[in-house]
């Protein structure tokens, strides 16, 4: 069984502080990562993909990749109340997406 | 550009009957996917089609549930009959290619009492 796992939180961080959301994965042969946000009873919303070892930024947020260690991150800087949501992790192999459970961020005016 | 659409948000069935899902991916793309969300659990592939066929169905929990595709557009899913633990939010997403991102809609909450 494939796993993808994620601290579930709750992570507070102050407004205007960088969050940090970390997600590990099972599989070696996985080759597409992606972060989603989901907002409550709302579908989840693709944020970030990236597919290669390093960092890959777009606004305030950054991925970063590490195949050996089967590590993915976000970094959300200068966090704003509007990224209050959980966060998913999902590790692409084939065809196939594997999710984690999600860490809910709350970030505090 | 439209996202994808689910019919209907929220279904709510006793045990033994019969529910159909639909989704309507975004215009063009070939690839559509059903996911399952289980309260407290992570979401989960269910299946997958290229146009109208099916690619992979490894995670469709058994013969009550049924996908089809006719004619690569929409998409249904039926479960019948419907058990207690069918409960759960179906998901819908399309990816134009099967590399590409996903794009999810807004779910489709079943409940089975």
């Known amino acids: 069984q494939k796993e993808v796992e994620q601290n579930s939180g709750p992570l507070s961080v102050p407004e205007g502080a960088i969050a940090s959301l970390n997600c590990t994965y099972s599989?070696?042969?996985?080759?597409?990562f992606f972060w989603y946000r989901q907002y409550s009873g709302k579908s989840p919303e693709l944020i970030m993909s990236?597919?290669?070892?390093g960092d890959k930024e777009d606004g305030r947020f950054t991925a970063q990749l590490n195949k050996a260690s089967q590590y993915v991150s976000l970094l959300i800087r200068d966090s704003q109340p509007s990224d209050s949501a959980t966060y998913l992790c999902?590790?692409?192999?084939?065809?196939?997406?594997?999710f984690g459970t999600g860490t809910s961020l709350t970030v505090i005016p | 550009e439209a996202g994808v659409t689910q019919f209907p948000s929220h279904s709510v069935i006793e045990k033994g009957q019969t529910v159909t899902l639909r989704c309507d991916p975004i215009?063009?793309?070939?690839?559509l996917y059903w996911y399952r969300r289980v309260m407290g659990k992570e979401i989960k592939f269910l299946l997958h089609?290229?146009?109208?066929?099916?690619?992979?169905e490894s995670g469709m929990p058994n013969n009550r549930f049924l996908a089809e595709r006719t004619g690569g557009t929409y998409s249904t899913l039926k479960v019948q009959p419907a058990e207690l633990e069918d409960s759960g939010v179906y998901f819908c997403?399309?990816?134009?290619?099967?590399?590409?991102?996903?794009?999810f809609g807004p779910g489709t909450r079943l409940t089975v009492t």
């Open positions: 089609f290229v146009k109208e066929s099916k690619q992979d």
């Open positions: 215009s063009g793309h070939d690839n």
């Open positions: 990236i597919y290669s070892n």
């Open positions: 599989d070696r042969v996985s080759q597409s």
């Open positions: 999902a590790v692409k192999e084939s065809n196939q997406f594997y």
């Open positions: 997403a399309s990816s134009q290619v099967p590399r590409g991102e996903q794009y």
